[in-house]
């Protein structure tokens, strides 16, 4: 006990027979013996240091050399079944540090080694190793004085939250209080890794790990993906019994997304992931697919996969996200930050706020994994601000239709990957002040049926080349199975209104609908430029002319049909009943405004 200080705190039992034989040779002064003793039957229970079951092959020799001044131990051994260790030593009263011990240390499985020294269990350890230990010391205790270990193809398990720690190859320096292992090569699940390691204290496991890595998968971090992969990791760790935090670590995605993580992963009782990520550019999209699992694999693999996954899905996930610049979908944003958890196989960043240009928006990301795959993605905010023909050439990959300053409240989902269309069901309620219609085919065309700078006397620009300019646009619009939806889509400008209902498949680009259009002049003005009636109108009652026309066909290139029965509205009609005492059908021919005649005209009536 006063040699050895962990005798005093933690009282060692030895029982059972030992035989053993001494052999002696030469006079006392200088006299060898050779013990070896059969320690098969005798059992130690050293608590949580060294422990032996009265069941385990075992056995020690020594070699001793006495002197009248010392006694060497020349020559030791101690066996058991997987681990070899040989000693050598001498104790020499009359020396600063009379005791010395060196232990040489071999094993081929490490395995075993935790039911010889119990401390070493919660690692489970493998593999194999040696090591040479250097002790020494007085009465008053024995001291390690340090050492070297080299270990090949050891693996430990650290927590249930990670993979293993496998394929560590090494040499790793033994100091009287810490250890460092330099370029030791390891593997994180299936990924290589390079690392300098330091154990700050062998009491207490304190580990600290400098990694490199050029390519990791998701999965063996913290991630579902199976197919994801982070990319020049490199970083500090910090082990402890408890956990892993990261001081910090800089990782990059494949499709550009930069990171700097801190925080720490938390394993002890309930699991919980608790970081703080910077980024100088991030694309969510790819954020995102780190948590999703592939849905191409075999039937078996997907239930270990989705096995897995639910044990995940039972860890806390708390991590605070901002981004200087990067991307959701095809929109580009600038200052973002966000909060990203995991609660009931439902991934969420909520709230997350974003800045595009002068605009801004707050939202949520959902991606609900309960329902097994592909996950329902479900996405929600509010846009202030934005540049219109910014989000619609983003998003559509287009030139902006539409360009003004817009705001709005959305909603979308829908199944992850190929189907996302399909499944989708949403909705957006928009306004868009000060823009331009530009390039629009639809219109063009209308103005070519009405042929508008006959009938009035208005400038407008040329719509394949300026467009439009409007004062507000607002709408809402439903997505119903990648199908666009609109009961009052309302366009305000100096020269007309419009006014546009019907649907659009996103799928097969095919539209369906009827737009209005209401030009903004007087009757006098306008009826002024029918050669047939102009100078007989006259009142108090300014009424509007409408019309409407059909649009059908591909995206690209629409039909455009005019629908003759309801082109001028019934306040208009009325008036040139009364005072000119024509049928309505007569000026319900878009056709014969502009050159004075009626449908009875040309027809002979």
Do not use: C
């Not at 027979?17 to 006299?31: I, K, M, N, R, Y």
């Not at 608590?47 to 131990?73: A, G, N, Y």
């Not at 080299?150 to 790793?172: E, K, S, W």
């Not at 003759?564 to 005072?579: M, N, Q, W």
Request: hydrophobic letters at 40%.
């Amino acid at each position: 006990k006063s040699a050895l200080p962990a005798l005093r705190e933690h009282p060692a039992s030895l029982q059972g027979a030992v035989p053993f034989t001494v052999s002696a040779q030469g006079p006392w002064e200088d006299l060898d013996l050779d013990v070896d003793a059969t320690l098969d039957s005798l059992a130690i229970d050293w608590p949580r240091i060294l422990s032996k079951s009265s069941e385990t092959d075992s056995r020690l020799t020594l070699l001793l050399r006495r002197r009248p001044d010392s006694l060497t131990l020349v020559q030791g051994s101690l066996s058991f079944p997987t681990l070899q260790v040989g000693l050598a030593g001498d104790l020499s009263p009359q020396e600063e540090h009379p005791y010395h011990l060196d232990i040489h240390g071999k094993t081929q499985d490490l395995a075993e080694l935790p039911n010889y020294l119990p401390f070493l269990k919660w690692l489970a350890p493998r593999g194999r190793a040696t090591f040479d230990l250097q002790l020494a010391g007085d009465r008053q205790g024995i001291a390690f004085r340090g050492g070297e270990a080299v270990v090949q193809d050891v693996g430990v398990h650290l927590t249930r939250v990670i993979p293993d720690l496998t394929a560590i190859n090494g040499r790793i320096r033994l100091h009287p209080d810490h250890a460092i292992g330099e370029n030791l090569a390891l593997k994180l699940g299936e990924s290589a890794l390079v690392a300098d390691a330091r154990l700050h204290r062998y009491d207490a496991f304190q580990l600290q790990v400098d990694v490199r890595g050029e390519a990791v998968r998701a999965q063996d971090i913290i991630f579902p993906s199976e197919v994801a992969v982070l990319h020049d990791i490199v970083g500090r760790l910090h082990f402890d019994r408890e956990g892993m935090e990261f001081d910090p670590v800089d990782v990059r995605l494949e499709r550009g997304t930069e990171a700097q993580v801190r925080g720490r992963i938390h394993w002890k009782g309930q699991p919980s992931v608790r970081l703080d990520i910077a980024s100088p550019i991030a694309n969510i999209d790819e954020v995102i697919a780190l948590w999703q699992d592939d849905s191409s694999r075999k039937k078996d693999e997907k239930d270990r996969a989705e096995q897995r996954l639910g044990k995940r899905s039972r860890v806390q996930v708390d991590i605070k996200a901002r981004a200087a610049q990067g991307s959701i979908g095809n929109l580009r944003f600038t200052n973002a930050e966000g909060d990203i958890w995991l609660k009931d196989h439902v991934l969420g960043i909520s709230p997350i706020r974003f800045h595009a240009k002068d605009g801004y928006g707050i939202g949520q990301v959902l991606v609900d994994s309960s329902q097994g795959s592909p996950s329902l993605l479900r996405i929600s905010g509010h846009l202030e601000n934005f540049d219109a023909a910014t989000i619609y050439q983003e998003m559509l990959e287009h030139r902006g239709l539409v360009t003004g300053t817009m705001r709005g409240d959305f909603y979308l989902q829908g199944r992850l990957g190929k189907d996302f269309l399909t499944t989708s069901l949403g909705g957006i309620n928009l306004e868009i002040k000060k823009g331009v219609l530009r390039q629009l085919k639809t219109l063009s065309r209308v103005f070519s049926l009405l042929n508008v700078s006959q009938i009035f006397s208005l400038q407008l620009p040329d719509m394949a080349e300026e467009g439009m300019p409007f004062n507000t646009l607002h709408t809402s619009i439903s997505l119903d199975q990648g199908v666009l939806s609109t009961e009052d889509l309302f366009i305000d400008s100096n020269a007309m209104n419009l006014s546009l209902v019907g649907s659009y498949s996103l799928i097969d680009d095919q539209l369906n609908l009827t737009l209005g259009i209401k030009p903004l002049g007087t009757v006098d003005k306008i009826v002024s430029s029918i050669p047939l009636a102009g100078w007989l109108l006259t009142g108090e009652d300014k009424a509007l002319v409408t019309a409407q026309f059909k649009v059908e066909g591909s995206g690209k290139d629409p039909e455009v049909s005019a629908i003759p029965i309801t082109s001028v509205s019934e306040t208009v009609l009325g008036i040139f009943k009364r005072t000119l005492g024509l049928p309505g059908k007569v000026i319900t021919d878009l056709e014969s405004l502009g050159t004075g005649e009626t449908k009875g005209d040309r027809d002979g009536e």
